[in-house]
């Protein structure tokens, strides 16, 4: 027997039951949402509190009639072109699991509205136990970092192959971006791992069932990720090292031709200072004196330009 309840009119909470399994989601949560949660499951108040702050750090709670779970997963903003960390806050007891997230999870959303829509979702995912369908909603979320992490790594190697090519100042900036990327969704994912082992090796009352495969699995792709993601930071602080190189050296590079430039014109500046002053020079009453004192000056500038050469200073 199933039931599917629509979401209620002053609530952001929507329900589906399934057999003995009950799917409590609560989308963008606000106080009269938690309200009704404390009022008819009996929760701590403080982790209702919780549900409602985004900056709360992942962990795992029990209490003697339901686990209270914070789980942060990655989300990549276009606009900002930084991965930021969605919360998602999860309650499950013997028959019953409650989510509360701001919505950003398309995954999670999609999920809960395929149960909704088909009978044959909600028979696949909820009709085994509560502690089964935590493992399908995690499995989903932690799938979904996948899409995020070959969009990260992909913009890492596309700078990698315009280092070489574009102008440093551009490629900086974009090194500066894809490590303030990589250390964001590295914060999103260190507390992870621990949390998930948990759920692997103890035996908690209200995941009776034998998951620690499923939980196992889901705790080995999260630790790809984080391996990934510290490989590929120390492939960004590499980029960061190279074009800190490239840019020095490019530097140097202007400023020894600069160098070289004003030697070769310093004995036209004198010449040309001292023939400026007000007194009795060489040639200073000829017709000649303007070619000569410039071919003079071409000759010294030539003569220094092909020193330079032979000893390799240009």
């Not at 939980?215 to 590499?238: A, M, N, P, Q």
Request: glycine share 4%; aromatic share 10%.
């Amino acid at each position: 027997m199933s039931a599917v309840d629509k979401k209620d009119e002053k609530l952001n909470i929507e329900t589906i039951k399934w057999g003995k399994i009950t799917w409590i989601n609560v989308e963008k949560p606000t106080s009269s949402d938690m309200e009704y949660l404390a009022k008819n499951y009996l929760f701590n108040l403080f982790d209702l509190e919780d549900c409602l702050s985004r900056i709360e750090r992942p962990k795992i709670d029990e209490y003697e009639n339901y686990l209270f779970l914070v789980l942060h997963f990655p989300v990549f903003k276009q606009e900002s072109r930084v991965t930021t960390s969605s919360q998602v806050s999860i309650f499950i007891g013997e028959d019953f699991l409650v989510t509360v997230h701001t919505g950003d999870l398309k995954t999670l959303a999609k999920l809960f509205d395929d149960c909704q829509l088909n009978e044959r979702a909600r028979e696949e995912h909820m009709a085994r136990s509560s502690g089964y369908l935590l493992y399908r909603i995690l499995d989903r979320l932690v799938d979904y970092c996948f899409p995020i992490l070959n969009r990260v790594i992909a913009n890492i190697e596309a700078a990698e192959d315009r280092l070489f090519s574009e102008p440093a100042r551009d490629t900086v900036q974009e090194i500066s971006v894809l490590r303030r990327d990589v250390m964001s969704y590295r914060r999103i994912i260190r507390h992870q791992p621990a949390i998930l082992k948990s759920l692997e090796v103890r035996e908690y009352p209200f995941l009776r069932e034998d998951l620690d495969v499923y939980f196992g699995d889901i705790g080995d792709h999260i630790g790809t990720i984080s391996e990934t993601l510290e490989e590929y930071k120390e492939v960004v602080e590499g980029l960061n090292a190279t074009s800190d190189s490239l840019f020095s050296h490019r530097t140097n590079e202007v400023m020894k031709m600069l160098t070289v430039l004003g030697t070769i014109l310093l004995p036209l500046l004198v010449i040309s200072g001292i023939y400026g002053m007000n007194v009795s020079l060489p040639f200073g009453d000829s017709s000649f004196a303007f070619p000569l004192i410039i071919l003079f000056t071409l000759c010294i500038s030539g003569g220094m330009l092909a020193y330079f050469r032979n000893r390799r200073w240009i």
